[in-house]
């Protein structure tokens, strides 16, 4: 492994530790799933980049529009009542691959601005329809759902105590994990009745009057690849409607394939108002991220935006053309070059050798759904008794797992599997090979 001056460079979301002993993994380029260091060694990238390089990392498609993009408009704004054709277009086309039949969408760079721009616009339509204090944003625990500060109070992670938040208008619920918060004797069923309970306990303690809105991921991805209990969203949904709080679907993770459906939405069923995208919505070729709106939130949102003569909001490279026009293609290539149907050929097999490592001892779950999983070890697995946080179990199986040519992601207790939606049944083998390996050289 490359090491080299780590002087200059700040770093996020990493084991600072790791990372002065061993130095960072500078990589130079990538082929396929593939990406290799400056010194050409070659890892199989099982986190398909960070959940969003779903194409691979050299697809001449993608590459060939962004070029042909630069040189016919290289660079706008959307804002003012200006923007390229390409913004249009996207906007269109994101309408109707939606599970939305009309709505309208808004342009920033990430899905952590995109959350910001929905709370924004919630709060702004509470205000001007006469209730000024609807403004509580409920989340569930180990929810994630970005980094800026609106996001940050939105994700339920203890790592954000570091900056004082969430603030005071952020509420966390329960988690939709059975199995590590289902009590004894207690069914995935009835836990799911149970948690579903509490929540509407807790809208009524607040009072459903100051509640703007409740946003959830159709798997909680960065907290761990949770799949929600049996029946989660068929209970919390008529609670929502009953005291008629929006829903909002964070699809920055599952959006656009990652749960073998376009949208996680069609995996579970779920009914939101607004949707926010980003990550695979270009593939990861261009940042980008989007709210996605219903008609019946959109037009009275649009009302009352004219009532204040617009809405103040918005970001220079928003609906930026070379993005617009890469994401148009990566929905292309998602639909239409069998990504998708991919997924969904391959998934029940990516699970199958998934399972072989619920044998391990020191794994108590393995979970996931799509091409999504997660290994969670553990200390003592009858009793689900996690390792101490000073022995950094994850960090030393993700380096280990470098070492051996494969990069997947720890999360935690947890280490999470992320391929590209292009992966063939030899290269999961890889990846689960490569990972009893790795599992083998830790525990032995």
């Not at 001056?5 to 530790?17: A, E, M, P, Q, R």
């Not at 199995?179 to 004894?184: Q, S, V």
């Not at 959830?216 to 005291?243: H, M, R, T, W």
């Not at 280490?415 to 083998?429: E, G, K």
Request: a negative charge; charged letters at 25%.
């Amino acid at each position: 492994m490359l090491q080299t001056n780590i002087s200059s460079h700040l770093y996020g979301f990493t084991d600072l530790k790791s990372l002065n002993e061993r130095g960072p993994l500078v990589i130079s380029y990538g082929k396929g799933i593939y990406v290799y260091d400056t010194k050409g060694n070659k890892y199989l990238d099982a986190n398909s980049g960070l959940w969003n390089v779903c194409a691979g990392f050299d697809h001449q498609g993608l590459i060939e529009v962004a070029k042909k993009q630069y040189e016919k408009f290289a660079g706008y704004h959307s804002l003012f009542g200006r923007l390229s054709e390409e913004t249009l277009e996207l906007s269109k086309k994101l309408i109707e691959v939606s599970p939305f039949s009309q709505g309208r969408v808004f342009f920033c760079n990430s899905g952590s601005e995109a959350n910001d721009t929905m709370i924004k616009m919630l709060w702004m339509f509470n205000a001007r329809k006469g209730q000024p204090n609807k403004r509580k944003i409920i989340t569930r625990i180990n929810g994630y759902h970005g980094v800026t500060i609106g996001a940050s109070s939105m994700t339920a992670k203890p790592y954000n105590k570091e900056f004082g938040l969430p603030s005071s208008e952020f509420i966390h619920v329960d988690c939709p994990h059975y199995w590590k918060y289902g009590l004894e004797n207690e069914s995935e069923e009835e836990f799911s009745l149970r948690i579903a309970s509490k929540l509407e306990n807790i809208i009524l303690k607040e009072n459903p009057d100051t509640i703007a809105g409740f946003v959830a991921e159709p798997v909680q991805g960065a907290g761990g690849v949770i799949p929600p209990s049996k029946n989660y969203f068929d209970l919390i949904q008529p609670i929502l409607k009953k005291y008629q709080i929006p829903l909002i679907a964070d699809e920055v993770i599952c959006g656009f394939g990652r749960t073998g459906e376009l949208w996680g939405c069609d995996t579970y069923n779920i009914k939101p108002d607004i949707i926010i995208s980003s990550k695979c919505l270009t593939a990861g070729y261009f940042p980008m991220g989007a709210v996605i709106v219903d008609k019946n939130f959109s037009d009275k949102f649009v009302e009352v935006s004219e009532e204040a003569e617009e809405f103040p909001h918005g970001f220079t490279a928003g609906g930026h053309p070379v993005g617009c026009a890469i994401a148009l293609k990566a929905i292309d290539v998602i639909i239409n070059e069998g990504l998708l149907e991919n997924v969904k050929q391959v998934s029940p097999y990516f699970m199958e050798r998934l399972n072989e490592f619920n044998e391990y001892p020191n794994i108590g779950e393995t979970r996931g759904i799509g091409l999504m999983a997660a290994l969670e070890m553990v200390k003592d697995k009858k009793n689900k008794i996690p390792f101490e946080g000073h022995l950094n179990m994850g960090d030393k199986v993700a380096n280990k797992s470098i070492d051996n040519g494969l990069i997947c992601r720890p999360l935690g207790p947890a280490i999470v599997l992320c391929p590209q939606f292009i992966i063939n049944r030899s290269q999961i083998d890889e990846i689960f090979n490569n990972l009893h390996k790795t599992i083998k050289d830790i525990f032995s």
